[in-house]
Structure formats: C-alpha cells, structure tokens
C-alpha cells in the first residue's frame, strides 16, 4: 500500500475544496500522488501516469478521515519488447487522515492493490 503525508495550513477548512485544489501538476502534492499511483500499477509494465483528476471526495469530520477516487491516464511501456500501450480512464481509490494539530493529511493508497515485492526479482 502506499502511503504519504502533505503539511498544509488549510486543514482546518473543508477538506473537501482543498483536495480539489490541491492536486495540481508540477505542485508536489501532485507529484507524490503520481510517484505513489506509478508505484502501484508497475506490475503492469513501466507506468507513466499521464492526467490525472480527483472526485469523488468523501470527508467525515467527526472521525477526521476521508477518501476520493483517482482518475487516470496511464502509457505503459516495455523496453524488452520495445512496445508502448496507453490506457485511460483507469481509477486508484485513496484514503486520507487529516490531523489539525499538526496540519498535516495523511494518504493511503488502496489495501487492495497489487505491491511489488523485493521478492519478485527473483
């Protein structure tokens, strides 16, 4: 599973909006959520994630958790084969903790997704 954290001053406002506007290419929450979504799908070949949206935003401020939906465009590509496949429209599911007192949102990527392990080298 991936994981990451992001500090912003923002917590305390509604993490809805902010998810929204805090994903933007070139910004390095943006970058974080590729790396780690590009972790994810590497089982499938050499991922480059391509666009990106956010929705499906959910927050429960009671328990301060949350979670959104990741739409994506992704190129895979394998060297060995010298070959190239774009597929679109592909979804990660996320999950977040914002923590107030230290302004900081916790990311987790799905359980559920394919991880690769050291192991597999071998």
Not at 6 to 24: G, M, Q, R, V, Y
Not at 42 to 65: E, L, Q
Not at 66 to 79: E, K, W
Request: aromatic content about 10%; proline content about 4%.
């Amino acid at each position: 599973m991936e994981s990451f954290e992001i500090k912003t001053e923002d917590t305390a406002n509604n993490p809805e909006s902010l998810l929204a506007d805090l994903f933007h290419p070139g910004n390095r929450a943006y970058e974080l959520l590729k790396s780690s979504i590009a972790r994810e799908f590497r089982p499938n070949g050499a991922p480059d994630v391509t666009r990106m949206t956010v929705d499906r935003i959910k927050y429960d401020s009671a328990t301060s958790k949350g979670s959104f939906r990741v739409l994506l465009d992704i190129t895979y590509t394998f060297g060995c084969e010298d070959l190239v496949t774009q597929k679109n429209n592909e979804t990660s599911e996320w999950t977040f903790l914002v923590n107030t007192d230290s302004g900081t949102i916790t990311f987790s990527g799905s359980p559920y997704a394919d991880s690769r392990s050291t192991a597999d080298e071998f």
